[in-house]
C-alpha cells in the first residue's frame, strides 16, 4: 500500500484519500445492481473530500482545482492499473444496464400536471414518510448520490477534460455488453421523444389555439415538433435531424410568445399560465438534451451533460420543495392578478393640471359619500342586533358606499396606492433591459411623481370633504333633535380609539393597510375573470338582455360591466374585510379593529361636534388628529408597499432592481420635491408613456 500511495501521490503519500481509494477499488462488487449502487455511493462520498491540490499535479494536468483533485487521482490510478480498470468497466456497465433514465431525462424538474394540493399533499408525505428503494431508476439514484441540493454547484463543477480521460478508461466494456454511452443515449432519445408528444400536446390544445387564431391546425410548429422528433429517432439523432428540432423548438416558443401576450391583452389564466410554463420547460430541457447528443464525443460531449446534470439535480431537489411548490404557485396567482390591477391603477394617475383638479373634484365625491357612510355605521353599531346581522349591515353599509363610488365616478384615496404600485412594478419590468437602465429611469422618473401627485389629490379632496360634511350632519342633527349625535361616552371613546401611542391604532392602522392591498387583489381577480371569460361580449349579444333594452342597451350592460368590474369587485371585498376583521379577531381572542383614514377622520368630526370646540382644542383630541394623519401614512405605506412587491415578484423583477428603483427616486425627490407634489402648468406627456398612463376620463371609484 505505501508504494501505491508514493507511486500515485507522491506529494501527498500519507493522505488518507490514497489509502482509501485503494481500499475502494479493492472491494470492487463483481455482480448485484444494489451493491454496485452502494459502491458508487461510497465511491461519491469519497469524491467529496478535498485533498492537497499541490500533492496531485503533472505535466499534463497542471494546477487542480479542489473539486476535480481525487477524479484526477482515480484517472491516473486507472491509468496504471489494468486490474482496476477492468472491475471499474464492468461495474460501470453492470449499473447503466440496469438502470433507466428516462424518468430523470423526462420528468424530473417538469410537472405532471397535478392540481397544487394534490402535489403538495404528496411531497408533504415523500417528506415525512421514508422512501422505497428504485435501485432501477436514475433519477433515485441521482438524489442518492447528491442528497443536498448544494451538490447541484460541485457536479457542475467539475472537469469535462477529466471526465473524458475516466470515459475513455471505463466506458468501453468487452462484447457482448453494450457501451454506458449508448445506454444513455438511447435514454435521451427515448426522453426527447417523450417530451415532444407531451409538448405537442399541450400547444394543440384548444385554449393555445384559440388565442392564435391566425395560425391554422396544419401550420402549427407543435404538430411539425412531434413529426421531427420521430424522425430524430428514425434518424439516430443525425445532425440534420436535431438542427431541424432546433428550430421547430424556437417556432415553438414564438406561438408562447404571442399566446403569452394575448394573455396580458384578455385576462389571465392560472392553468393556462401553468401549461405555458411546461411548455417552455419542456423545450428547454428538448434543447438541453439535443446539445448533449450533438456534441462530438469526449470533452464537448461532458461539458454539455454537466450542464444538463447539475439542472436535473436542481429541478430533482425542487420536485420535493414544498417551499419551491408553494413559491410557484404563489408567482402564477400574483401574475393573474396583477396584470388586470396593473390596467386598472392606470385611471388612478393624473399627468396635467385638468386632471389633477379632477381629481381632487372626484375625491371630495368620495369623502361626501364616506362621511354618510360614517354616520350611518354610527347608527348601526348602536342598535341592538345579534352579532351576525350586526356585521353583515356593517359590511353592507361599506360596501355600498364603495359601490356608489364607483358608479358615480368618485374616488376613495386609500384604493389608490395598491393599484398604481401595480402599474409602477409594470413600468419596472417593462424596460428591465433598455440601455442598462437609462431609458427606463427616464421613463419611471415622468410616471413616479405622477402618482405621488395623484394620491395627493385624492388625499386632499377625500379629507376636505369628508370633515365638513361630518361636521355639517353632526350639527344639523343636533338643532333638529337637540342632543349631539354620538354620546358623550362615544365621542370620548373615538378619541382614545385614535390617540397614537395610548391605543393599538396604529397596529389597526398596518392591518387596514392589508385589508386595503388584498381588495386591490379582489378587483383585479374579478376584472381578469370578467375578461377572460369574455362576459362583456356574452351580455352584449344576451337574447334576453337584447329583447327587452335592444341592441343598444345590451351594449351599454356589457359596457359597464367591464368599466365597473374592478371597482366593485374591490369595493364589496374591502366593505366586507372591514365588517368582519372585529369579528374575526373576537371569534380567536384577539382585540382587532380597523382604522382607515377618510372614515376614522369622518368619525372624529363628528366626536368633536359631540364634545364641543373647547374639547376640540385639548391635548387629547389633538393628539387623536395626529393620530388620523399617522393612520393615512400606514393605510398608504403598507397597501402600496404589498402591492409594489408582490408585483415585482409577479413580473420577475429582481428585489436589488426595485430597491435601486426606490432609492434613485427618494433622490430625486430630495432635489427636487416639487413635481411629486403640483403639476406642472403645461406637462408634456410622452410618447413612451402615453402609451401606459390613461388619463382621466373617469376614473374608477373605490
Keep these: 500500500m505505501d508504494a501505491f500511495c508514493v507511486q500515485y501521490a507522491p506529494r501527498a503519500p500519507g493522505h488518507p484519500a490514497v489509502r482509501d481509494l485503494l481500499r475502494l477499488l479493492l472491494e470492487v462488487p463483481g455482480d448485484g445492481l444494489e451493491p454496485r449502487l452502494a459502491w458508487v455511493e461510497q465511491w461519491i462520498h469519497w469524491m467529496r ?42 461495474l460501470v456497465s453492470g449499473v447503466c444496464a440496469g438502470s433507466r433514465g428516462l424518468k430523470l431525462f423526462a420528468q424530473v424538474g417538469l410537472s405532471a400536471g397535478n392540481g397544487f394540493f394534490s402535489e403538495l399533499t404528496d411531497r408533504f408525505v415523500r417528506g415525512v414518510l421514508p422512501a422505497p428503494p428504485e435501485p432501477g431508476k436514475l ?13 447541484a454547484k460541485w457536479l457542475g463543477a467539475l472537469s469535462p477534460a477529466l471526465l473524458a480521460r475516466l470515459t475513455a478508461l471505463v466506458g468501453e466494456p468487452p462484447p457482448p455488453d453494450p457501451t454506458p454511452s449508448s445506454r444513455v443515449r438511447g435514454d435521451l432519445m427515448d426522453a426527447l421523444l417523450l417530451l415532444g408528444v407531451q409538448v405537442a400536446g399541450l400547444g394543440l390544445a384548444e385554449d393555445v389555439r384559440d388565442r392564435t387564431p391566425d395560425m391554422s391546425f396544419r401550420a402549427s410548429p407543435f404538430l411539425r415538433l412531434r413529426l421531427v422528433c420521430d424522425a430524430v429517432l428514425a434518424r439516430d439523432g443525425a445532425q440534420e435531424a436535431l438542427a431541424d428540432l432546433a428550430r ?11 399566446v403569452t401576450r ?56 425542487a420536485d420535493r420543495s414544498v417551499r419551491a411548490l408553494v413559491r410557484r404557485n404563489a408567482r402564477l396567482m400574483a401574475r393573474k392578478i396583477i396584470e388586470r390591477t396593473g390596467n386598472t391603477g392606470e385611471h388612478y394617475i393624473t399627468s396635467t393640471q385638468g386632471e389633477f383638479h379632477h381629481m381632487v373634484h372626484s375625491a371630495a ?10 354616520a350611518l355605521k354610527f347608527l348601526l353599531t348602536g342598535l341592538p342586533l345579534a352579532p351576525f346581522f350586526a356585521g353583515l349591515f356593517v359590511a ?7 359601490v356608489v363610488m364607483q358608479m358615480l365616478g368618485l374616488t376613495l384615496a386609500t384604493k389608490q396606492p395598491s393599484m398604481t404600485a401595480s402599474t409602477l412594478a409594470a413600468a419596472v419590468g417593462e424596460d428591465a433591459g433598455l440601455d442598462g437602465g437609462t431609458r427606463r429611469m427616464e421613463r419611471l422618473a415622468a410616471l413616479v411623481p405622477r402618482i405621488t401627485r395623484s394620491q395627493l389629490a385624492a388625499i386632499l379632496g377625500n379629507l376636505g370633504c369628508v370633515l365638513p360634511v361630518a361636521v355639517a350632519l353632526g350639527l344639523g342633527f343636533q338643532f333638529l333633535k337637540g342632543h349631539a349625535y354620538l354620546t358623550a361616552q362615544q365621542a370620548q371613546h373615538v378619541v382614545e380609539t385614535l390617540h397614537p401611542w395610548k391605543s393599538a391604532t396604529l397596529l389597526y392602522a398596518a392591518l387596514t393597510g392589508v385589508l386595503l392591498w388584498a381588495s386591490s387583489l379582489a378587483a383585479g381577480w374579478f376584472e381578469n375573470f370578467i375578461v377572460y371569460r369574455r362576459l362583456p361580449e356574452a351580455l352584449a349579444h344576451h337574447r334576453v338582455l337584447r329583447a327587452l333594452l335592444g341592441v343598444t342597451g345590451a351594449r351599454k350592460v356589457a359596457d359597464a360591466l367591464m368599466h365597473h368590474a374592478a371597482g366593485v369587485g374591490g369595493g364589496v371585498t374591502l366593505g366586507v374585510l372591514l365588517a368582519v376583521m372585529p369579528g374575526v379577531g373576537g371569534f380567536f381572542g384577539l382585540p382587532l379593529d380597523v382604522r382607515h383614514v377618510t372614515f376614522s377622520f369622518g368619525a372624529l368630526a363628528f366626536a368633536g361636534c359631540a364634545l364641543g370646540p373647547s374639547a376640540v382644542m385639548e391635548p387629547g383630541f389633538l393628539a387623536a388628529v395626529a393620530g388620523v394623519l399617522v393612520v393615512g401614512v400606514l393605510n398608504f405605506g403598507v397597501s402600496f408597499a404589498l402591492a409594489l412587491g408582490v408585483a415585482l415578484r409577479a413580473r420577475d423583477v429582481p428585489v436589488r432592481e426595485g430597491l435601486r428603483f426606490l432609492g434613485a427616486v427618494a433622490l430625486r425627490f430630495l432635489r427636487n420635491p416639487i413635481p411629486f407634489l403640483v403639476p406642472p402648468r403645461d406637462e408634456p406627456v410622452p410618447l413612451e408613456t402615453e402609451a401606459r398612463v390613461v388619463p382621466l376620463a373617469g376614473p374608477p371609484g373605490a
Design 49 to 90: 473530500d478535498r485533498i492537497p491540490a499541490h500533492g496531485l499535479t503533472d505535466a499534463d494536468d497542471g494546477a487542480l482545482s479542489p473539486a476535480n483533485s481525487r477524479l484526477a487521482l482515480l484517472v491516473r490510478v486507472l491509468e496504471g492499473e489494468p486490474t482496476f480498470r477492468a472491475s471499474v468497466t464492468r
Design 139 to 151: 433519477s433515485e439514484l441521482l438524489l442518492r448520490l447528491f442528497p443536498v441540493p448544494q451538490d
Design 248 to 258: 421547430v423548438v424556437e417556432d415553438c416558443r414564438g406561438v408562447v410568445r404571442t
Design 262 to 317: 394575448h394573455l396580458e391583452e384578455s385576462g389571465v389564466s392560472v392553468d393556462l399560465v401553468y401549461r405555458l410554463e411546461r411548455i417552455r420547460h419542456g423545450l428547454d430541457r428538448m434543447e438541453a438534451i439535443a446539445r448533449v447528443l450533438v456534441a462530438p464525443r469526449g470533452e464537448p460531449r461532458w461539458r454539455e451533460a454537466l450542464a444538463l446534470l447539475s439542472d436535473l439535480l436542481e429541478h430533482a431537489h
Design 365 to 374: 365625491g368620495g369623502g361626501f359619500v364616506a362621511a354618510f357612510a360614517v
Design 396 to 402: 353592507l353599509n361599506y360596501a355600498g358606499g364603495f
